[in-house]
């Protein structure tokens, strides 16, 4: 009795799915070049620049935020180092967490935290005021007006 076997993958492919841990994988290092590059402008901007540290006040913040190439390199810093932070975590759990409920629980809390920052962090980049209502003048930026 002769007993043939089919090929390797001879068979139609069953449907693609998308492998998350790959993509993690590469978030991770295109996200790692990328803050290292955010990073060290925001150091250099903030510290190297004018008056260093000491000149780091309510009108100095207000006065970067005013700007939007500013306001966009904070946002993609915020988003990258949280998502990127929250992955690395993920990671973590997914590694030495062994109770699979236990996984799930942190991993949702993991989202949930990262989301609630981003969303809070996306909204005092766009929504700071560098010129509040009865400020003292000499605290607040120099564009604003002094009424």
């Not at 993920?90 to 990262?114: E, H, Q």
């Not at 920052?117 to 996306?122: H, K, V």
Request: charged share 15%; glycine share 8%.
């Amino acid at each position: 009795m002769a007993m043939t076997i089919d090929a390797p993958r001879s068979q139609t492919p069953a449907k693609k799915r998308t492998n998350w841990e790959k993509w993690g994988w590469i978030y991770m290092r295109v996200s790692g070049v990328l803050l290292v590059v955010l990073v060290f402008g925001h150091l250099f901007s903030n510290l190297m620049l004018g008056d260093g540290v000491s000149a780091i006040d309510f009108g100095f913040v207000g006065g970067k935020l005013a700007n939007p190439f500013w306001m966009v390199w904070d946002t993609l810093l915020l988003w990258l180092a949280l998502i990127h932070g929250a992955n690395g975590m993920r990671t973590i759990v997914n590694d030495y967490v062994t109770r699979p409920g236990l996984a799930k629980t942190f991993r949702v809390l993991l989202f949930l935290s990262a989301a609630l920052l981003i969303i809070l962090g996306t909204l005092v980049i766009y929504t700071f005021d560098p010129c509040p209502e009865g400020a003292d003048p000499e605290l607040v930026a120099s564009f604003c007006s002094t009424l």
